[in-house]
């Protein structure tokens, strides 16, 4: 009888432990797909220059060492961003077989979480193609930022970025 019990006990403490350890996996991961929307956002507001997408992935707390703040939309990083969209799409417009490509990303790997704080960094790259029966990029540039973000209520924010 003792024996019977002490094996239910052990299933139900290894049971647990393991109920416990993939609930923990669980919301890291959570974080790092919430992390992860933020450059699809981002991604989303240079293609279509949206000022205030963008702003929604900025904490209105936010402030860096070159005195950029929410206020002053981050020392005005959209609009350069930006900029560079409407110069491509000049070239774009002038010959249609050229496509403008944005791609931003925030490695995994690179991505250090704790409770309410994260760091990592964040990749946006501007490519122009030429497109005929297959693309070739003929202008690359990429940017580099060491970025940190905080968790407001549900939602992860940047808090600050740092052109690398």
């Known amino acids: 009888m003792f024996a019977k019990n002490k094996a239910k006990i052990g299933v139900l403490t290894i ?3 393991l109920i416990l350890s993939f609930a ?15 450059a ?28 950029g703040t929410y206020d002053n939309y981050i020392n005005d990083l959209p609009e350069e961003i930006f900029s560079k969209i409407e110069d491509a799409e000049d ?6 077989i050229l496509k403008i490509k944005v791609k931003v990303t925030i490695p995994e790997n ?15 790259e ?13 202008y690359n540039e990429n940017t580099e930022y060491d970025v940190d973000f905080q968790k407001e209520e549900e939602d992860w924010k940047i808090i600050s970025m740092m052109e690398i």
């Open 110 to 124: 690179d991505l250090v979480i704790t409770d309410i704080y994260a760091s990592g960094k964040m990749n946006i």
């Open 40 to 67: 699809e956002n981002i991604e989303e507001a240079i293609e279509e220059k949206d000022e205030d997408l963008f702003m929604e992935s900025i904490s209105s707390n936010y402030s860096d060492t070159e005195g």
């Open 126 to 138: 501007i490519s122009l193609k030429v497109c005929i029966l297959w693309c070739t990029t003929i």
């Open 15 to 17: 049971s647990l432990v």
């Open 91 to 96: 070239l774009v417009d002038a010959f249609s």
């Open 24 to 38: 923990g996996c669980i919301g890291s991961s959570t974080d790092e797909v919430q992390i992860g929307q933020i």
